[in-house]
């Protein structure tokens, strides 16, 4: 008898140092795994502001822009995680692209500079301006660690000239190098997404071996499509903080033009917004749509605009009293918000058609 329970103490002495052990363990340890959780929707007037007003308009205060978090997986957190409806797994790879965990906050800043500009001309043109960009360089998507760019480059400065010559296509970039041979030493005039003040880098190219070949190595990957540049009539800042990605862009179109009118294009209804916006106002997919659904309900939405890909997703996981519609451009988000803003008003316009008093002074 006392055998069996000296047995059955160590038993939980050991159970006990293993729990302990886990705990401590799976409190700093990762598994290969990345979790999307439900983040917030925010109304877009709190980081839209045009012209040089002091304070931002509250016009915009009834649309909503949404977003999620996304982080590396703790083991101790891993079967709750998993557990959990409104938490969504992937694996790091599919998460991450190819490019290491530590660029994966600057990868989504740059798909944030590049969203902010899109919405900032879709908007205007909305609201009537011509505006025509021109290319102006190469994007930097990716540096690879310990490479020759390694050292002057980060993920979002933009290439503009090599050795002087403008190089307004990520072709333009690639030929110029290509041109070179290792060890040359390279003047790279770079540039910030959104802020345009060029600086002159000095980049030593290094060696590689390509099917027996020695070519020059840089270390870097750029986007495919050139980087245009708009002269924009009026001043237009977007201040999201650290949020990164490009799912804002729909909510922040929408905001630059509720806050240029001054108009609530809503009706007073509060509707929350999802999508990629492209220059021309097309509207793309996302992710998280699932758990950004979740936000949108705990706000009090009652319509959420998504893109059409992410309509079933989205409809499976709001809450009651919130309705989903697709929209696949502006044009056809601003359709909507005129149905609620007007119902069957058919002098009602597209965009309230309202001065844009002293934007461009």
């Not at 915009?60 to 977003?67: E, H, K, L, N, P």
């Not at 001054?262 to 929350?272: F, H, K, N, P």
């Not at 916006?277 to 758990?291: H, L, N």
């Amino acid at each position: 008898m006392r055998r069996r329970r000296h047995l059955l103490r160590a038993a939980l002495v050991t159970l006990l140092a293993l729990i302990v052990l886990y705990v401590v363990v799976g409190s700093f340890v990762t598994v290969p795994e990345y979790a999307i959780t439900p983040g917030a929707a925010l109304p877009v007037s709190r980081v839209v502001r045009i012209g040089k007003a002091r304070t931002k308009s509250s016009a915009a205060s009834t649309i909503d822009y949404t977003y999620v978090y996304v982080g590396r997986v703790l083991l101790i957190d891993y079967l709750p995680d998993l557990l959990r409806s409104n938490i969504e797994l992937d694996p790091a790879q599919e998460i991450l692209g190819g490019i290491p965990s530590s660029e994966l906050a600057a990868e989504g800043a740059l798909e944030m500079d590049q969203s902010q500009q899109a919405a900032k001309v879709a908007a205007l043109r909305a609201l009537g301006y011509h505006l025509t960009g021109h290319e102006v360089g190469a994007a930097v998507a990716e540096v690879l660690p310990g490479s020759p760019a390694g050292r002057v480059l980060s993920i979002a400065e933009v290439i503009t000239a090599v050795d002087g010559r403008a190089t307004p296509t990520p072709s333009a970039v690639v030929k110029a190098i290509e041109r070179e041979r290792p060890g040359a030493l390279l003047k790279l005039t770079v540039e910030t997404l959104g802020v345009w003040r060029p600086h002159v880098v000095d980049l030593r190219l290094g060696e590689r071996t390509v099917h027996g070949r020695r070519e020059a190595y840089v270390g870097i990957a750029v986007l495919d499509q050139p980087v245009e540049r708009y002269a924009l009539p009026v001043p237009v800042a977007i201040a999201v903080g650290d949020l990164g990605g490009p799912s804002a862009g729909l909510a922040m179109t929408l905001g630059i033009i509720a806050t240029a009118t001054g108009q609530d294009l809503t009706g007073g209804i509060q509707v929350a917004a999802t999508g990629t916006i492209s220059p021309d106002g097309k509207v793309g997919p996302v992710g998280g749509v699932a758990e950004k659904a979740v936000a949108v309900t705990r706000a009090g939405a009652k319509v959420f605009l998504v893109p059409p890909e992410e309509y079933g997703r989205a409809r499976a996981h709001v809450g009651h009293g919130v309705r989903v519609v697709a929209v696949d451009s502006l044009d056809q988000a601003l359709t909507v918000l005129r149905k609620l803003r007007c119902g069957s008003d058919p002098s009602c316009p597209l965009v309230p058609a309202e001065r844009i008093a002293g934007l461009e002074s």
